[in-house]
């Protein structure tokens, strides 16, 4: 990966006109810029910090998860063992949020994250074959495949 290329297309978003659990998304491209860096306990932190903003709790999915989707997709199919475990958690909280059994499901947003995830349906598969993915592939998978 790119970082600075990576790192231009995230500064390329406007964050400000996105939200996160607690207020405007302007903390998001530092937290993905970190989240691309070599330094593992600065990519883990980051990770949490996403986790907290983008789908608080598994509660609900905030607007900066739509421009936030790719790039967490590319750390994911890079990531070590850890980390990958962590951005799992975060698609997990993607695929329950975004399921049309969920209080919010049938949000504009929510349809358009589903619509994601199910594009990269194959790349979670492939993941729960992973020892160590800690059954968040295999509920994206299932949340996916059964709540259509």
């Known amino acids: 990966m790119n970082i600075k290329d990576y790192s231009s297309r995230v500064d390329s978003i406007d964050w400000n006109s996105y939200e996160t659990a607690y207020g405007k998304a302007t903390k998001v491209p530092h937290q993905l810029i970190k989240l691309a860096s070599d330094n593992h306990k600065m ?14 709790q598994h509660a609900y999915i905030s607007s900066a998860a739509e421009p936030a989707y790719i790039f967490l997709k590319e ?52 993941l729960r074959q992973l020892e160590g993915e800690d059954g968040f592939a295999e509920f994206i998978v299932e949340e996916l495949e059964s709540n259509a």
């Open 43 to 56: 990519a883990m932190q980051a990770s949490h910090e996403l986790w907290c903003g983008l789908c608080h």
């Open 75 to 126: 750390i994911l199919e890079k990531a070590n063992e850890e980390l990958r475990i962590e951005l799992l958690d975060i698609f997990a909280g993607f695929a329950e949020c975004s399921s049309p059994n969920h209080p919010e499901g049938n949000g504009e947003l929510q349809i358009s994250i589903r619509t994601l995830l199910k594009k990269d349906v194959q790349l979670f598969t492939k």
